[in-house]
């Protein structure tokens, strides 16, 4: 996953009003990233650190009283665009000009 956007979802629960999400660097979570709480079953996370496992867990909120949903895990890492491919035709004409100087 790129660090700069991550999508996290979980199924929506009946009679909820909302969720709470907690992110941590540790599965004891102690060493909490983000700590939110939102109304729909998806969050976007940004700014994390690149090659990162994190872990997650969200719980459902209604009438003040949470339930917990799932624990999950997810790592980072920096994703790149690869580089332009090299023409055939640019290689072959290089090499050939090459030979032409010899």
């Excluded at 983000?34 to 009438?63: E, F, G, N, R």
């Excluded at 949903?69 to 090459?98: D, E, Q, R, V």
Aim: glycine share 2%.
């Amino acid at each position: 996953m790129n660090p700069s956007n991550v999508l996290l979802n979980w199924e929506s629960q009946d009679r909820t009003n909302n969720y709470h999400v907690i992110i941590a660097t540790d599965s004891s979570f102690n060493h909490i990233v983000s700590d939110q709480t939102v109304t729909s079953s998806t969050i976007i996370l940004d700014k994390l650190k690149p090659d990162t496992h994190y872990y997650w867990k969200v719980t459902s909120v209604s009438s003040g009283k949470e339930k917990q949903i799932g624990m999950y895990s997810f790592s980072t890492k920096i994703t790149t665009i690869p580089a332009a491919p090299i023409h055939s035709f640019n290689l072959y004409k290089t090499i050939w000009n090459c030979k032409e100087k010899i």
